[in-house]
């Protein structure tokens, strides 16, 4: 499984943002799909997941009411929709999948990793 993630960039605080997520293999409707964080010297965080129906939507504290989660498993893609963007949001986002059941916040429970898009958030 290959990850590959686009979208990143620099947007001024309040703007939004939208990240994508393209999957290879065949077997991408059945993965849970997560969004990470990581800020510099900070450790990896946990954004939002989603199930593999796409009816089940797991929050971080980060993303609550400004983030949403969407996917598409006929194009092997998944969505992170961004608004009211803050410096803090400021991080490389990374794109997971977990390949058996359960919406999990912890990275360790995810079994494969995009290579992150940078997203920096000005004043």
């Known amino acids: 499984m290959q990850l590959v993630e686009s979208g990143g960039g620099l947007v001024q605080a309040g703007d939004s943002l939208r990240l994508s997520c393209t999957g290879s293999?065949?077997?991408?409707?059945?993965?849970?799909m997560g969004w990470f964080r990581q800020a510099p010297g900070k450790e990896r965080e946990f954004v939002e997941a989603?199930?593999?129906?796409?009816?089940?939507?797991f929050y971080g504290d980060s993303a609550k009411g400004r983030f949403t989660i969407s996917r598409d498993n006929a194009k092997n893609t998944v969505d992170l929709q961004m608004s009211s963007l803050k410096p803090e949001d400021t991080a490389v986002y990374y794109c997971a999948v977990r390949r058996t059941g359960g919406v999990f916040s912890s990275a360790r429970e995810y079994d494969y990793w995009g290579q992150g898009t940078q997203v920096t958030v000005s004043l």
């Open positions: 293999g065949t077997a991408f409707s059945s993965y849970v």
């Open positions: 989603l199930s593999q129906s796409g009816l089940n939507t």
